[in-house]
Nanobody, 124 residues
Framework: QVQLVESGGGLVQAGGSLRLSCARS????????MGWFRQAPEKEREFVAA????????YYADSVKGRFTISRDNAKNTVYLQMNSLKPEDTAVYYC?????????????????WGQGTQVTVSS
């Protein structure tokens, strides 16, 4: 059974930075593609960023492109989301997701495993 645990969320002022981490346990980490999604109050869950199994390709939502960076460290079984130039509209619960696939995917339904989420709040 794959387990995902997010950390690194918190309260930050607009323009600030946070780095989210997602630690995975239960199977060989480098056999999974990974993604980050977020859900704001009263809104649907939306795609943020994804990374392929190899780490060689990444995708970003237009709203975060140029500000967020997804990366993975297979030796540490961890995927990261570096978030810079944060805006109040980035406020949400952020979830990491994993799937035994190869290519990066922005489709939530393709991911089999989800973390419990970590709250990110950006004040104006």
């Amino acid at each position: 059974q794959v387990q995902l645990v997010e950390s690194g969320g918190g309260l930050v002022q607009a323009g600030g930075s946070l780095r989210l981490s997602c630690a995975r346990s239960g199977a060989t980490f480098n056999g999974y593609r990974m993604g980050w999604f977020r859900q704001a109050p009263e809104k649907e869950r939306e795609f943020v960023a994804a990374i392929s199994r190899s780490g060689g390709s990444t995708y970003y939502a237009d709203s975060v492109k140029g500000r967020f960076t997804i990366s993975r460290d297979n030796a540490k079984n961890t995927v990261y989301l570096q978030m810079n130039s944060l805006k109040p509209e980035d406020t949400a619960v952020y979830y990491c997701a994993a799937d035994y696939g190869v290519l990066a995917s922005r489709t939530a339904s393709e991911y089999d495993y989800w973390g419990q989420g970590t709250q990110v709040t950006v004040s104006s």
